[in-house]
């Protein structure tokens, strides 16, 4: 009987166009083929994958990047693939719309939690289970900010699967009462089928609008020194 492991190993290079020996210990998960190619032109390795759904690259420290595409489907679909190399850390480079008015264009926003609103988790665990990145990763990726001297936001990311909504004034409504700091499309889903997967997952989004609707409360801003 096939097995989800046997097509994971099927689809996974079949998908990226990359051997899946090729894949490092490491992922980085991103929207966009801009982020693979800058990422093979500042470490001199083969991006693979154009003309393919997507694209991806791994660096001679054993650091891979993979663009996925867009929205909650496309992100379980490279979490369940990515049980095929059984990584040991999966970070999503994401982008938000910011939700509260001290989430500024370009601020990181570290995801202590998401709200499923996208329904594509819904495959995975019943609603009450909740969507959280790995301890060990989240810190790690706080600390590495911090030794950089930046700043971030930390708070709870709504995940949604529509993308024209700010017309709407109900759900934007729905948004300002569950407090979420900003809002996407994919963060949910990987935290959610990564733990499925027992894959070690995090996220780091940065505010890519400014918010549509100021809220009235404001998320805890970590500061350092």
Known sequence: MTTKLDIAKGWLPRYTGMPIDDFGDYVLLTNFAFYVQKFGEQFGC?????GRPMQAATNSDGVSIVNFGI?????????????ARA????????????????????????????????????DYFPPEVPALPSFKLHKFVSERIVQRGLDYRTGVIYTTNRRVWEHDEDFKQRLHDVTAIGIDMETATIFIVGHKNEISRGGS????????RPM???????THG
């Open 71 to 83: 929205g909650s489907p496309n992100a379980a679909i490279i979490m369940d693939l990515l049980t």
């Open 216 to 222: 009235a409360s404001k998320p805890k801003r970590v």
């Open 46 to 50: 083969e991006v693979h994958g154009v």
């Open 205 to 212: 989004c940065s505010s890519r609008t400014c918010p549509s």
């Open 87 to 122: 990584p040991k850390g999966v970070l999503f480079l994401g982008k938000c719309g910011g939700l509260k008015h001290t989430t500024e264009i370009g601020h990181f926003i570290l995801p202590i939690a998401a709200i499923r609103g996208e329904g594509t988790s819904d």
